[in-house]
């Protein structure tokens, strides 16, 4: 059973960067598709971002020209790059592998001066 661990939250300012990490174990990142949904308090969870195996990305149009998802089948880890950080990007970030089911723990991000 594969594992997805995320790191990098924490506080930031608006207008802000931040870079959260999802490290993949047990499974490959090189031949999984990746998503990053974000939970924000009383929201449904949304999808974010996502990179299929041949690296090809897509973004949520509210986050589109800010974040950037890439990956490094090295070191079998997926990033997410979140730049020009809003208020309304505040939320419990997660790493997801849809086939099969695997989530990460979740890593909180606030933004806020």
Not at 45 to 62: F, K, M
């Amino acid at each position: 059973q594969g594992k997805l661990v995320e790191s990098g939250g924490g506080l930031a300012q608006p207008g802000g960067s931040a870079r959260l990490s999802c490290a993949a174990s047990g499974m490959s990142v090189r031949v999984n598709r990746i998503n990053w949904y974000r939970q924000a308090p009383g929201k449904q969870r949304e999808l974010v971002a996502s990179i299929s195996s041949g690296g090809i990305t897509n973004y949520d149009d509210s986050v589109k020209g800010r974040f950037t998802i890439s990956k490094d089948n090295a070191k079998n880890t997926v990033y997410l790059q979140m730049n020009s950080l809003k208020p309304e990007d505040t939320a419990v970030y997660y790493c997801n592998a849809p086939v099969p089911a695997v989530w990460g723990q979740g890593t909180l991000v606030t933004v806020s001066s």
